[in-house]
């Protein structure tokens, strides 16, 4: 009994907890630390290049809005505003001389969809591992209960005593593994669902933008059917 005493913990606290844990334990607890800085760091980095994102798509749609055609729009020299009015420009070249419009509005349309596509996936990379953690790590803090249950029965058969200082320590650290799931896991969620309100509101400001460079890419092709100034035509009467 005496050497069984001898391995408590001076205190309960957190960190002599983990201190005299399993090695089992002590893993289990140590991976999911790392996965809830995981999770801040995810927040904070993803965080900032959403609000870059979505103000610089504020500010190609505002440039397109305000412009009468391709050429006239203010965006940005490198963005997602530029890649679709550079997709627009190519294909208004590439289909100069052809007479049917509506497969050239197709074929703009099919280009900026994988575009926009593109920008998606970009945006939402690093969000994954969110859902990874919510989902999992509950079920980790889970394995390191189980464990530290164990310990408490294995302390139990050797020192043949039930009393609570036989058991308090693999009871303490199960819990305390228990606790860290949950730590890991809930922010991870909550973030990860905040992240899919931010990722929902800039791919609508997105497809904004997209039907915007279309508008200006319809506009630019009836002035291309129009007669040049100075051409010398009469009016017909």
Same mark, same amino acid.
């Given at each position: ?16 907890? @983990? ?36 103000? !610089?798509?504020? $500010?190609?749609?505002? =440039? ?22 550079? $997709? ?5 070249? #590439?289909?100069? =001389? ?40 509950? @079920? ?29 320590? =693999? ?26 309100? #931010? ?5 609508? !400001?997105? =497809? ?30």
């Amino acid at each position: 009994m005496s050497s069984v005493t001898n391995q408590l913990p001076p205190d309960l606290s957190p960190w002599q907890m @983990f201190v005299h844990a399993d090695p089992v334990v002590q893993t289990i607890m140590v991976v999911l630390a790392l996965a809830s800085l995981l999770t801040w760091t995810v927040l904070l980095a993803k965080g900032m290049e959403l609000r870059s994102a979505q103000r !610089e798509l504020r $500010h190609a749609c505002n =440039g397109v809005l305000q412009a009468e055609q391709l050429a006239d729009a203010n965006v940005l020299d490198a963005g997602i505003g530029r890649r679709l009015l550079d $997709h627009a420009q190519d294909e208004l070249q #590439r289909s100069s =001389g052809l007479s049917d419009k509506a497969a050239m509005k197709e074929r703009l349309a099919s280009r900026l969809e994988r575009a926009e596509l593109a920008h998606a996936r970009q945006l939402r990379r690093g969000t994954g591992v969110l859902a990874t953690i919510g989902a999992t790590a509950p @079920f980790v803090g889970l394995l390191g209960t189980v464990w530290g249950i164990m310990n408490s029965f294995v302390g139990i058969a050797h020192a043949n005593a039930t009393n609570l200082a036989v058991v308090a320590p =693999g009871i303490a650290e199960a819990l305390l593994a228990t606790a860290l799931g949950l730590v890991a896991a809930i922010p991870a969620v909550v973030i990860y669902n905040y992240f899919g309100r #931010r990722l929902t509101a800039a791919r609508a !400001e997105l =497809g904004d933008l997209s039907a915007g460079v279309e508008r200006l890419f319809s506009r630019d092709l009836d002035r291309q059917g129009m007669p040049g100034k100075g051409a010398g035509d009469a009016p017909v009467r």
